[in-house]
């Protein structure tokens, strides 16, 4: 089975810091080529860990 790129805290603390950018008026597009991920991934991963948090 393959390895995971990013660990379940990981992606909660980049869903944080891109709605912060989001909030800032920044586009999905543009957090996405910041956080080197696709749309897509994206927004899997704020369906599955959006309501999530660390501790």
């Given at each position: 089975?393959?390895?995971?790129?990013?660990?379940a805290e990981q992606i909660i603390g980049l869903l944080r810091q891109a709605e912060v950018e989001l909030a800032q008026g920044r586009t999905v597009g543009e957090i996405c080529?910041?956080?080197?991920?696709?749309?897509?991934?994206?927004?899997r991963w704020r369906s599955e860990y959006g309501g999530l948090k660390i501790g």
């Open positions: 089975m393959p390895r995971k790129r990013h660990a080529r910041r956080l080197a991920v696709s749309e897509a991934t994206f927004y």
